[in-house]
T-cell receptor, first 111, second 113 residues
Framework: TQLLEQSPQFLSIQEGENLTVYCNSS?????LQWYRQEPGEGPVLLVT???GGEVKKLKRLTFQFGDARKDSSLHITAAQPGDTGLYLC???????????WGAGTKLIIKP | DAGVIQSPRHEVTEMGQEVTLRCKPI?????LFWYRQTMMRGLELLIY????????DSGMPEDRFSAKMPNASFSTLKIQPSEPRDSAVYFC???????????FGQGTRLTVV
């Protein structure tokens, strides 16, 4: 059982559409991180959300941390082919600095 | 900074051979992580070092896997003997001790035939 559940597992949409992907847990996290991984590369950190209810924007990407700090969402407006990749969420275990990882959402934006 | 550097990028080896993967973390980062990524299991933490000391190796699948960090700028992951089921992409990542944001290398794609 994944401590961090990501949905959907796979999403393929047309350029210009909007989308939202989710990262959910039954546990409380002090923070959650979102990474994007492109083929042949390692994951790259996009953003860290720390405060319950926090919203962070990165150009067309909007990240939200749930009020209870158990879930997070990533919304992409007017998706572009360059947004294609595997989106991973991760959060630190309370007892140490290790990260727990979700299985990821594989996103394909078709031109 | 050049980021986390891994070598080789690709490795193809025959079953039973020894494989050594190398990692140079970002200068000043005190934590180093080795991960394995496969389609079936996603990203799995193998071992975690802090200040060159292994803190948690519970993710190391078997005794065939071993990892060392002789100094702050170098780590190795060794598989001996290798098996086809070890085929995966192996990532090294580093982070500051009190900051869990991880910076990944480009990975080593290992194929054991």
């Amino acid at each position: 059982t994944q401590l961090l559940e990501q949905s959907p597992q796979f999403l393929s949409i047309q350029e210009g559409e909007n989308l939202t992907v989710y990262c959910n847990s039954s546990s409380v996290f002090s923070s959650l991180q979102w990474y994007r991984q492109e083929p042949g590369e390692g994951p790259v950190l996009l953003v860290t959300v720390v405060t319950g209810g926090e919203v962070k924007k990165l150009k067309r990407l909007t990240f939200q941390f749930g009020d209870a700090r158990k879930d997070s969402s990533l919304h992409i407006t007017a998706a572009q082919p360059g947004d294609t990749g595997l989106y991973l969420c991760a959060g630190p275990l309370a007892s140490n600095y290790q990260l727990i990882w979700g299985a990821g959402t594989k996103l394909i934006i078709k031109p | 900074d050049a980021g986390v550097i891994q070598s080789p990028r690709h490795e193809v080896t025959e079953m039973g051979q020894e494989v050594t993967l190398r990692c140079k973390p970002i200068s000043g980062h005190n934590s180093l992580f080795w991960y394995r990524q496969t389609m079936m299991r996603g990203l799995e933490l193998l071992i975690y070092f802090n200040n060159n000391v292994p803190i948690d190796d519970s993710g190391m699948p078997e005794d065939r896997f071993s990892a060392k960090m002789p100094n702050a700028s170098f780590s190795t992951l060794k598989i001996q003997p290798s098996e086809p089921r070890d085929s995966a992409v192996y990532f090294c990542a580093s982070s500051l001790r009190d900051n869990t944001e991880a910076f990944f290398g480009q990975g080593t794609r290992l194929t054991v035939v």
